[in-house]
């Protein structure tokens, strides 16, 4: 099948677009993408996002808002009419509290009847239902895609939200690990914003700050890091309100410490809890990849190689809204597509609803 798979995150910059060609069924999936675009969110349609995500929107203004969504998301993909046999939507998170409750937004209707095919979306409920987190849902995909027989490797994404999952050399799913380790890129728009900024580029501003070490220490020691895996976050938790930052402290320092905050935590879910399992690599993806002051910090803080997606010959940008077109394709073919261990789900799900076009 053609599949174009979209993905939009909890960095709320853009949605991504990936045209990819997928075949054949587990264990063993032919991929190759076709093409990749991203669709920046324009300007009030973001603030919207946002203030959603802060809890500031009334009932009126989330049921708007989640037309909204639908309506960009065909607009964006509207090139693609033709070209596809299946479309997999992620949808915009805008609450995550699991296992009480999850909600992305995006009505799949619009994209449906623009591309007259069948979308799959809403994939976190089918997992909240069999007790899981709804997250993370691309473990699967990303053994399918990623896994190498005799390699324990790690995929890490460093979006809003960091999280991690552990591939193993035996290829077992039931081996497959997958968590959220916190903060990603998060913390770190939010800062910037401040400056005016949608993101600190390439952590520049960062590297240019003295990070507050008693400052860094007392984010360390946050519950959240303790909790042992499967485990899962948002910006509900992660947002400098939240932290009660030291609003005194000068932009570039508060950017240093937070990139360090954001590394140290990554490189301590890690010492805690997948070096145990035995790890030879970590391939990392998202935007974070591209901030070489944040990739510095954990190449330092690890123990093993770190590598950015290109490094490995791959897109960073790739990840994500691939995994969901195997999300989708897989649903499609009515087949597990969550694995239960790493959302703590009673089985593995089959996870996304089906929304067809009218025709």
């Known amino acids: 099948m053609r599949v174009l798979g979209l993905m939009s995150g909890t960095s709320v910059d853009a949605v991504d677009l990936l045209l990819c060609d997928l075949e054949g069924r587990p264990p063993k999936l032919t991929w190759r993408v076709l093409q990749h675009k991203e669709a ?42 033709g070209q596809v046999d299946l479309v997999a939507s992620h949808g915009q998170t805008v609450w995550h509290e699991p296992p009480q409750a999850t909600l992305q937004l995006g009505e799949p209707a619009y994209l449906a009847e623009a591309l007259e095919v069948p979308v799959v979306s809403d994939f976190r409920p089918s997992d909240m239902a069999l007790g899981g987190e709804a997250a993370p849902l691309v473990p699967y995909p990303d053994l399918l895609l990623y896994g190498e027989a005799g390699v324990n490797r790690a995929i890490h994404n460093i979006g809003g939200i960091s ?48 990070p507050d070490h008693l400052l860094l ?76 002051t944040l990739m510095q910090h954990l190449k330092a803080l690890l123990p093993v190689p770190v590598y950015t997606f290109e490094q490995k010959g791959q897109n960073s940008k790739h990840r994500e809204a691939l995994c969901f077109a195997v999300l989708g394709y897989l649903r499609y073919l009515e087949l597990p597509n969550v694995l239960k261990q790493t959302t703590g789900a009673r089985r593995n799900a089959i996870a996304g609803k089906i929304t067809l076009p009218s025709q």
């Open 40 to 81: 920046p969110f324009p300007a009030l349609l973001r603030a919207e996002i946002i203030r959603t995500l802060k809890s500031q929107a009334s009932t009126r203004e989330v049921a708007r808002l989640h037309h909204a969504m639908g309506r960009f998301y065909a607009d964006a993909a509207a090139e693609y009419k």
């Open 217 to 292: 220490e007392r984010w360390l020691s946050h519950p959240y890091f303790a909790r042992k895996p499967p485990k899962s976050t948002g910006r509900e938790l992660w947002n400098l309100e939240m932290l009660d930052e030291d609003a005194s402290l000068p932009p570039a320092d508060l950017l240093a410490t937070l990139t360090l905050f954001t590394a140290h935590s990554i490189a301590r879910a890690y010492q805690e809890f997948v070096l145990p399992w035995g790890l030879d690599e970590i391939w990392v993806a998202g935007g974070g990849a591209y901030n070489s």
């Open 163 to 210: 999280n991690l999952t552990y591939l193993p050399a035996d290829l077992n799913p039931e081996n497959v690990r997958a968590f959220d380790t916190g903060p990603g890129n998060a913390l770190l728009d939010e800062a910037a914003s401040r400056l005016g900024l949608r993101q600190d580029t390439g952590g520049a501003i960062a590297a240019s700050g003295k």
